[in-house]
């Protein structure tokens, strides 16, 4: 199931930041990479030949935006950073809806299994 980042016109902070974090051609190019697997700063880093600090930097943007996750795991010299994209898709709303209600997604996760049919309707 894609898991979707949505910013919308209603709430400007969000979609400042959002918009802001993918305004840089060097966190696009971090995306990128992200987008074929998880990565470590200093594969980011090698990889786009710059440094870690600014590979930090950029991801920290990053994160804070909900574009990307980091997460700690041991390496061959103590822990590493590994890096990974947190949602497939974006969608940004540019309409306020003119006063009614936010539309809202939902999202369901099915296991796998031997289905051969399916109903989907609009929660109540």
Known sequence: MDKILS???????KL??????????LRTD???ILSVQSRSVNEIAF????SKST???NLKILE????????????????MKLC???????????MNNRGQADTQLYTVELPIG?????YISSPP
């Not at 935006?65 to 795991?73: D, F, H, I």
């Not at 990974?84 to 709303?93: C, F, G, K, P, Q």
């Not at 031997?114 to 399916?118: K, M, Q």
């Open 84 to 94: 990974s994209i947190v949602n497939e898709r974006l969608t940004v709303n540019l």
């Open 64 to 79: 804070e935006a909900g574009l990307v996750m980091s997460e700690y795991q041991a390496g061959r010299h103590g822990s």
């Open 114 to 118: 031997g289905y051969t049919d399916f």
């Open 55 to 57: 590979v930090s930097v």
């Open 47 to 50: 990889q786009l030949n710059i």
């Open 7 to 13: 910013f919308n016109i209603s709430d400007d902070k």
């Open 16 to 25: 400042n930041f959002g918009v802001m974090a993918l305004s840089s051609s």
């Open 30 to 32: 971090i995306l990128k």
